[in-house]
Protein backbone atom coordinates (compact mmCIF):
# COMPACT_ATOMS: atom_id res chain seq x y z
CA UNK A 1 0.00 0.00 0.00
CA UNK A 2 1.71 3.42 -1.18
CA UNK A 3 1.63 6.30 1.44
CA UNK A 4 -0.54 8.98 0.21
CA UNK A 5 1.73 12.08 -0.69
CA UNK A 6 1.89 15.09 1.70
CA UNK A 7 1.09 17.31 -0.81
CA UNK A 8 -0.75 15.69 -3.75
CA UNK A 9 0.04 17.89 -7.15
CA UNK A 10 -2.92 20.37 -7.66
CA UNK A 11 -6.16 19.45 -9.94
CA UNK A 12 -5.51 21.88 -13.29
CA UNK A 13 -8.16 24.54 -13.76
CA UNK A 14 -11.04 23.61 -16.37
CA UNK A 15 -9.84 25.69 -18.92
CA UNK A 16 -12.89 27.25 -20.99
CA UNK A 17 -12.62 28.03 -24.97
CA UNK A 18 -13.45 31.96 -25.54
CA UNK A 19 -14.63 32.35 -29.06
CA UNK A 20 -14.80 35.43 -30.59
CA UNK A 21 -16.63 36.66 -34.17
CA UNK A 22 -15.76 40.04 -35.34
CA UNK A 23 -18.32 42.13 -37.25
CA UNK A 24 -15.90 44.94 -38.75
CA UNK A 25 -17.79 47.79 -39.92
CA UNK A 26 -16.73 50.23 -43.16
CA UNK A 27 -16.02 53.72 -42.87
CA UNK A 28 -12.76 55.26 -43.97
CA UNK A 29 -12.73 57.67 -40.72
CA UNK A 30 -12.13 54.69 -38.40
CA UNK A 31 -9.75 52.45 -40.47
CA UNK A 32 -6.59 53.36 -38.68
CA UNK A 33 -8.82 53.01 -34.96
CA UNK A 34 -9.92 49.28 -36.16
CA UNK A 35 -6.68 48.43 -37.79
CA UNK A 36 -5.42 49.42 -33.91
CA UNK A 37 -8.20 47.20 -32.24
CA UNK A 38 -7.05 44.53 -34.87
CA UNK A 39 -3.17 44.39 -33.70
CA UNK A 40 -4.91 44.22 -30.12
CA UNK A 41 -6.96 41.29 -30.96
CA UNK A 42 -3.72 39.38 -32.76
CA UNK A 43 -2.19 39.79 -29.84
CA UNK A 44 -4.69 38.38 -27.74
CA UNK A 45 -5.32 35.05 -29.54
CA UNK A 46 -1.76 35.31 -31.03
CA UNK A 47 1.60 33.26 -29.45
CA UNK A 48 2.96 35.87 -27.00
CA UNK A 49 6.62 35.47 -28.11
CA UNK A 50 5.50 36.55 -31.79
CA UNK A 51 2.51 38.63 -30.93
CA UNK A 52 3.32 39.77 -27.63
CA UNK A 53 0.37 40.41 -25.21
CA UNK A 54 1.90 39.18 -22.07
CA UNK A 55 -0.72 40.91 -20.35
CA UNK A 56 -3.80 39.45 -22.20
CA UNK A 57 -2.15 36.12 -21.37
CA UNK A 58 -2.02 36.78 -17.70
CA UNK A 59 -5.66 37.66 -17.57
CA UNK A 60 -7.03 34.78 -19.68
CA UNK A 61 -4.99 32.61 -16.84
CA UNK A 62 -6.10 33.81 -14.09
CA UNK A 63 -9.92 33.33 -15.69
CA UNK A 64 -9.01 29.59 -17.02
CA UNK A 65 -9.47 31.04 -20.61
CA UNK A 66 -8.65 30.23 -23.79
CA UNK A 67 -9.89 32.74 -26.25
CA UNK A 68 -10.14 32.14 -30.28
CA UNK A 69 -11.28 34.31 -32.92
CA UNK A 70 -12.81 31.85 -35.19
CA UNK A 71 -15.24 34.07 -37.34
CA UNK A 72 -14.56 37.54 -39.51
CA UNK A 73 -17.42 39.24 -41.45
CA UNK A 74 -15.97 42.63 -43.18
CA UNK A 75 -16.85 45.65 -44.87
CA UNK A 76 -14.80 48.45 -46.37
CA UNK A 77 -12.07 49.33 -44.30
CA UNK A 78 -13.27 46.75 -41.66
CA UNK A 79 -12.78 44.21 -44.26
CA UNK A 80 -9.21 44.87 -44.88
CA UNK A 81 -8.51 44.93 -41.22
CA UNK A 82 -10.61 41.82 -41.14
CA UNK A 83 -8.46 40.05 -43.49
CA UNK A 84 -4.95 41.19 -42.97
CA UNK A 85 -6.07 39.71 -38.75
CA UNK A 86 -7.17 36.30 -40.97
CA UNK A 87 -4.23 36.36 -42.73
CA UNK A 88 -1.62 36.95 -39.41
CA UNK A 89 -3.81 34.64 -37.22
CA UNK A 90 -3.40 31.36 -39.78
CA UNK A 91 0.17 32.18 -40.19
CA UNK A 92 1.50 33.10 -37.12
CA UNK A 93 2.22 36.37 -37.38
CA UNK A 94 2.34 39.34 -35.72
CA UNK A 95 0.53 42.67 -36.95
CA UNK A 96 3.51 45.24 -36.04
CA UNK A 97 3.15 46.80 -39.71
CA UNK A 98 -0.50 47.60 -40.05
CA UNK A 99 -0.10 50.89 -38.50
CA UNK A 100 2.53 51.71 -40.80
CA UNK A 101 0.43 50.54 -43.95
CA UNK A 102 -2.58 52.48 -43.19
CA UNK A 103 -0.53 55.52 -42.41
CA UNK A 104 1.61 54.91 -45.69
CA UNK A 105 -0.41 52.93 -48.12
CA UNK A 106 -3.63 55.07 -47.26
CA UNK A 107 -2.49 58.32 -47.41
CA UNK A 108 -5.05 61.12 -49.33
CA UNK A 109 -1.83 62.75 -51.33
CA UNK A 110 -0.34 59.01 -52.72
CA UNK A 111 -4.11 58.21 -53.42
CA UNK A 112 -5.14 60.97 -55.57
CA UNK A 113 -5.07 61.09 -58.89
CA UNK A 114 -2.45 63.84 -60.92
CA UNK A 115 -4.38 66.63 -61.10
CA UNK A 116 -3.66 66.86 -65.26
CA UNK A 117 -5.12 63.30 -66.33
CA UNK A 118 -7.65 63.79 -68.67
CA UNK A 119 -11.48 62.29 -67.77
CA UNK A 120 -10.56 60.56 -64.63
CA UNK A 121 -12.89 57.43 -63.54
CA UNK A 122 -12.89 58.78 -59.70
CA UNK A 123 -11.18 61.01 -57.13
CA UNK A 124 -8.43 58.82 -56.04
CA UNK A 125 -6.63 55.74 -57.97
CA UNK A 126 -8.36 52.26 -58.08
CA UNK A 127 -5.24 50.54 -59.16
CA UNK A 128 -2.55 51.87 -56.59
CA UNK A 129 -4.92 51.08 -53.73
CA UNK A 130 -4.84 47.67 -55.14
CA UNK A 131 -1.36 47.49 -55.31
CA UNK A 132 -1.11 48.79 -52.04
CA UNK A 133 -3.27 46.21 -50.68
CA UNK A 134 -1.23 43.77 -52.14
CA UNK A 135 1.90 45.02 -50.85
CA UNK A 136 0.01 45.18 -47.37
CA UNK A 137 -0.62 41.67 -47.30
CA UNK A 138 2.88 40.52 -48.58
CA UNK A 139 4.09 42.49 -46.05
CA UNK A 140 2.36 40.57 -43.03
CA UNK A 141 3.50 37.10 -44.62
CA UNK A 142 6.75 37.99 -45.03
CA UNK A 143 6.91 38.64 -40.82
CA UNK A 144 8.92 36.50 -38.63
CA UNK A 145 6.74 34.44 -37.17
CA UNK A 146 5.77 30.58 -36.14
CA UNK A 147 4.57 29.87 -39.76
CA UNK A 148 1.17 28.42 -41.24
CA UNK A 149 -1.36 27.25 -38.57
CA UNK A 150 -3.36 24.21 -38.79
CA UNK A 151 -6.79 24.48 -39.89
CA UNK A 152 -7.92 22.64 -36.75
CA UNK A 153 -5.96 24.94 -34.26
CA UNK A 154 -6.79 28.02 -36.08
CA UNK A 155 -9.82 27.95 -37.54
CA UNK A 156 -11.42 30.51 -39.71
CA UNK A 157 -14.34 31.78 -41.43
CA UNK A 158 -13.54 35.15 -43.14
CA UNK A 159 -16.06 37.04 -45.43
CA UNK A 160 -16.18 40.06 -47.11
CA UNK A 161 -18.81 42.07 -48.48
CA UNK A 162 -19.63 43.55 -51.81
CA UNK A 163 -22.27 45.27 -54.32
CA UNK A 164 -22.47 43.56 -57.19
CA UNK A 165 -23.14 46.59 -59.58
CA UNK A 166 -25.17 45.03 -62.47
CA UNK A 167 -27.06 42.33 -59.83
CA UNK A 168 -28.00 38.99 -60.40
CA UNK A 169 -31.16 37.25 -61.08
CA UNK A 170 -31.91 34.89 -58.51
CA UNK A 171 -35.45 32.81 -57.12
CA UNK A 172 -36.75 33.94 -53.76
CA UNK A 173 -39.44 31.18 -52.38
CA UNK A 174 -41.75 32.27 -49.11
CA UNK A 175 -43.65 31.17 -46.89
CA UNK A 176 -46.04 30.08 -49.01
CA UNK A 177 -44.40 28.45 -51.61
CA UNK A 178 -44.02 31.04 -54.08
CA UNK A 179 -41.45 32.08 -55.96
CA UNK A 180 -40.57 35.16 -56.30
CA UNK A 181 -38.14 36.63 -58.79
CA UNK A 182 -35.49 39.43 -58.05
CA UNK A 183 -32.45 41.00 -58.39
CA UNK A 184 -29.78 40.67 -55.85
CA UNK A 185 -26.50 43.06 -55.81
CA UNK A 186 -24.87 41.86 -52.50
CA UNK A 187 -22.29 39.71 -52.82
CA UNK A 188 -19.96 37.87 -50.53
CA UNK A 189 -16.11 36.91 -50.62
CA UNK A 190 -15.63 33.45 -48.22
CA UNK A 191 -12.07 32.27 -47.20
CA UNK A 192 -12.34 29.51 -44.78
CA UNK A 193 -10.13 26.96 -43.00
CA UNK A 194 -11.10 24.30 -40.63
CA UNK A 195 -10.56 20.40 -39.61
CA UNK A 196 -13.37 19.51 -41.80
CA UNK A 197 -13.11 21.66 -44.54
CA UNK A 198 -11.26 20.42 -47.98
CA UNK A 199 -8.20 22.47 -48.69
CA UNK A 200 -6.86 25.87 -46.75
CA UNK A 201 -7.12 28.63 -49.03
CA UNK A 202 -4.23 30.05 -46.58
CA UNK A 203 -2.00 27.70 -47.45
CA UNK A 204 -1.95 28.45 -51.12
CA UNK A 205 1.02 31.02 -52.46
CA UNK A 206 -1.59 33.30 -54.19
CA UNK A 207 -3.92 33.63 -50.84
CA UNK A 208 -1.66 37.08 -50.53
CA UNK A 209 -2.87 38.23 -54.17
CA UNK A 210 -6.39 37.03 -53.76
CA UNK A 211 -7.20 38.33 -50.15
CA UNK A 212 -5.88 41.51 -52.09
CA UNK A 213 -8.15 41.70 -55.03
CA UNK A 214 -11.04 40.96 -52.18
CA UNK A 215 -9.98 43.86 -50.38
CA UNK A 216 -10.02 46.57 -53.40
CA UNK A 217 -13.54 44.59 -53.98
CA UNK A 218 -14.67 45.40 -50.43
CA UNK A 219 -13.52 49.11 -50.23
CA UNK A 220 -14.27 50.39 -53.98
CA UNK A 221 -16.30 53.72 -52.29
CA UNK A 222 -18.37 54.62 -55.16
CA UNK A 223 -17.19 58.30 -56.70
CA UNK A 224 -13.59 57.83 -54.51
CA UNK A 225 -12.74 54.44 -56.31
CA UNK A 226 -13.60 53.46 -59.68
CA UNK A 227 -15.28 50.56 -59.43
CA UNK A 228 -13.43 47.18 -59.29
CA UNK A 229 -13.78 44.41 -61.85
CA UNK A 230 -13.16 40.44 -60.90
CA UNK A 231 -12.62 38.14 -63.67
CA UNK A 232 -13.83 34.76 -64.52
CA UNK A 233 -11.84 31.74 -64.56
CA UNK A 234 -10.96 32.13 -68.29
CA UNK A 235 -10.08 35.74 -68.03
CA UNK A 236 -6.61 37.46 -67.67
CA UNK A 237 -6.55 40.86 -66.01
CA UNK A 238 -4.81 43.41 -64.48
CA UNK A 239 -5.38 46.45 -62.24
CA UNK A 240 -2.42 48.71 -63.11
CA UNK A 241 0.20 46.42 -63.78
CA UNK A 242 -1.09 44.07 -60.86
CA UNK A 243 -2.41 40.53 -62.06
CA UNK A 244 -6.08 40.42 -60.60
CA UNK A 245 -6.41 36.78 -59.51
CA UNK A 246 -10.27 35.41 -60.10
CA UNK A 247 -11.94 34.56 -56.90
CA UNK A 248 -14.07 31.27 -58.34
CA UNK A 249 -14.57 29.48 -54.80
CA UNK A 250 -14.89 32.11 -52.57
CA UNK A 251 -17.57 34.28 -54.51
CA UNK A 252 -20.99 33.77 -54.12
CA UNK A 253 -22.01 35.55 -57.43
CA UNK A 254 -21.13 35.09 -61.11
CA UNK A 255 -17.78 36.19 -61.39
CA UNK A 256 -16.70 38.27 -64.82
CA UNK A 257 -18.33 41.48 -63.07
CA UNK A 258 -17.40 44.91 -61.89
CA UNK A 259 -18.38 45.41 -57.75
CA UNK A 260 -18.21 48.65 -56.22
CA UNK A 261 -17.87 48.95 -52.20
CA UNK A 262 -20.00 46.54 -49.79
CA UNK A 263 -20.88 49.15 -47.31
CA UNK A 264 -23.48 50.54 -50.11
CA UNK A 265 -25.23 47.88 -48.92
CA UNK A 266 -23.97 46.13 -45.78
CA UNK A 267 -22.03 48.51 -43.85
CA UNK A 268 -22.66 46.19 -40.87
CA UNK A 269 -22.42 42.63 -41.77
CA UNK A 270 -23.71 41.23 -38.77
CA UNK A 271 -25.78 38.10 -40.43
CA UNK A 272 -23.15 36.35 -41.87
CA UNK A 273 -21.37 36.36 -38.72
CA UNK A 274 -24.56 35.07 -36.97
CA UNK A 275 -24.52 32.69 -39.55
CA UNK A 276 -21.40 31.48 -39.62
CA UNK A 277 -21.52 30.75 -35.42
CA UNK A 278 -24.57 27.89 -36.37
CA UNK A 279 -21.15 26.21 -38.77
CA UNK A 280 -18.75 26.01 -35.90
CA UNK A 281 -18.32 22.79 -34.28
CA UNK A 282 -17.09 22.44 -30.74
CA UNK A 283 -15.21 19.67 -28.48
CA UNK A 284 -15.99 21.01 -25.17
CA UNK A 285 -17.02 23.73 -23.25
CA UNK A 286 -17.31 26.94 -25.28
CA UNK A 287 -18.24 30.66 -24.63
CA UNK A 288 -19.17 33.20 -27.15
Not at 198 to 220: C, E, N, Q, W, Y
Request: charged letters at 20%; one cysteine or more; aromatic letters at 6%.
Amino acid sequence: MNPTPANPPASPFHEQELRIALVMNGGVSLAIWIGGVTQEINRLVGDETVCGGSVYKRLCEMLSLRPRVDIISGTSAGGINGALLALAMSQGKPLDPLRDIWLDKGDILTLLRQPAQADPPSLLDGSYFHKAMVEGFQKISDQQGLGLQTPARVPIELTLTTTVLRGEVRDFPDDAGTVIRDVTHRGLMTFNRGPDLDGDPFATPDIVAKLGAAARATASFPTAFEPFYLPAVDQKVTSGKVPVPCLEGHANFKLGCFVVDGGVLDNNPLESAIDAVFRQRAEGEVRR
